[in-house]
């Protein structure tokens, strides 16, 4: 079925940088989600994306998170600086519409901050 | 509190075995989506739901579609590839455009 691409799928970063994280969602999709995992535990929202705006963010999603999709291209995750806490597996997701579709998850970008 | 609450969260069977999963909401959730993720960490969608049931070979799955307040997931004849974490995650109504997750089941199938 379609795919939602993440990319990188692994990524060690030193305390302080920016890391960008970037999803490709299915192609035809106009909602866009991050979610973040910590060591297999619950996944938590980060943040919701339509047309251009944020939706709805959780307070997970900190001042130093921004998400953008310039025209055509992937959908990103930017974390500057970065914090030890920030290690954990993001998950891109798209769905068609808004609420009441399903969702398709990218198989998520493994961050570790040192 | 947390508004969906899964259950169990681990679970041991042998192969062959059948079992059921459950996912209480504490507030009438439009739809669930139920996952499995499996050990390299891809987040598979299994099924998504507004209602009724949908089966998929030995899966089934069926959100309560009178009070929307909970949804199972049921597993026949257990083999060892269906071993990883099931999360169920649900929408509630209104314009909320976000999938909320469980905590997980974590299923491991014994030979």
């Known amino acids: 079925g379609p795919k939602v691409l993440q990319i990188p799928s692994h990524q060690i970063i030193d305390m302080g940088q920016m890391v960008t994280l970037n999803c490709d969602p299915v192609?035809?999709?106009?909602?866009f989600y991050w979610y973040k995992q910590i060591l297999g535990q619950q996944m938590e929202f980060l943040v919701n994306f339509y047309n251009g705006k944020v939706m709805e963010k959780s307070k997970l999603f900190k001042d130093q998170f921004s998400v953008e999709r310039p025209d055509g291209s992937y959908f990103t995750l930017k974390i500057q600086p970065t914090a030890l806490e920030d290690s954990a597996v993001y998950f891109c997701?798209?769905?068609?519409?808004?609420?009441?579709?399903?969702?398709?998850f990218g198989s998520g970008t493994r961050l570790l901050v040192i | 509190g947390d508004q969906v609450e899964q259950s169990p969260s681990a679970l041991s069977l042998h192969e062959g075995t059948d079992s059921a999963l459950r996912c209480n909401f504490t507030?009438?959730?439009?739809?669930v989506q139920w996952f499995r993720q499996n050990s390299r960490g891809s987040l598979i969608s299994l099924f998504y739901?507004?209602?009724?049931t949908k089966e998929n070979g030995r899966l089934k799955s069926a959100f309560d579609s009178k009070e929307r307040r909970y949804s199972t997931l049921h597993i026949r004849d257990a083999q060892l590839e269906d071993s990883g974490t099931y999360f169920c995650?649900?929408?509630?109504?209104?314009?909320?455009?976000?999938?909320?997750f469980g905590k997980g089941t974590k299923l491991s199938v014994k030979s």
């Open positions: 507030t009438t959730m439009r739809s």
């Open positions: 995650a649900a929408e509630a109504g209104g314009s909320n455009a976000k999938l909320t």
């Open positions: 192609s035809n999709h106009l909602y």
């Open positions: 997701a798209s769905s068609l519409g808004g609420a009441g579709s399903d969702y398709t």
């Open positions: 739901l507004a209602s009724g």
